[in-house]
């Protein structure tokens, strides 16, 4: 019996001690927000947030989260979708498939708690999460303007192909 704490609620589920967070939070509670992308920590599509940290749930065994660490979902970030980062994302359309977003988001998140007014640089080298669409322009532009920075009026179209 392992002891979790999801999004404040205090969850025992009977795993094997080895099985990834990812698995727990999907299949055992539910979870569904945090997606499986690579398995393999390089896709960033399972990020969640442990102690306000962000982490690849697909490589984080769930042995290795002690029963007082809080962690966060997508799910937990904002219920009702309030939180500025997914208003921002909204506004802007961020996503195409949608697939990898509430990865990024909850990367993006953990940036901000961390640094409140990144530049672009700094996003560029916090954010590894990858997006198979190609909407990095516009999730930097979502996050300066969570941050209440300008955004500008092209920010919304993809100004280069790729990630930088």
């Keep these: 019996m392992v ?49 306000g940290v962000a982490v690849r749930s697909c490589v984080t065994p769930v042995n290795s989260v002690a029963p007082e660490q809080q962690i966060v979902t997508i799910e937990g970030l904002s219920p009702d979708g309030a939180h500025p980062l997914q208003k921002a994302w909204v506004a802007l359309d961020v996503p195409q498939c949608g697939y990898c977003q509430s990865g990024q988001i909850m990367a993006a998140a953990a940036l901000l708690q961390s640094n409140q007014n990144p530049s672009d640089d700094d996003i560029n080298a ?22 209440g920075a300008d955004t500008g009026s092209n920010e919304t179209r993809p100004k280069e192909v790729g990630r930088g």
């Design 3 to 51: 002891q979790l704490t999801v999004n404040g609620k205090t969850h025992d589920v009977e795993v094997d001690p080895d099985t990834p967070l990812l698995w727990v939070i999907r299949e055992q509670i539910g979870l569904t927000g945090t997606k499986f992308g690579c398995g393999i920590a390089q896709c960033g599509a399972c990020t969640v947030h442990l102690d």
């Design 126 to 147: 916090e954010m590894t999460n990858i997006c198979r669409c190609g909407t990095y322009n516009r999730i930097r532009a979502a996050i300066r303007m969570a941050t």
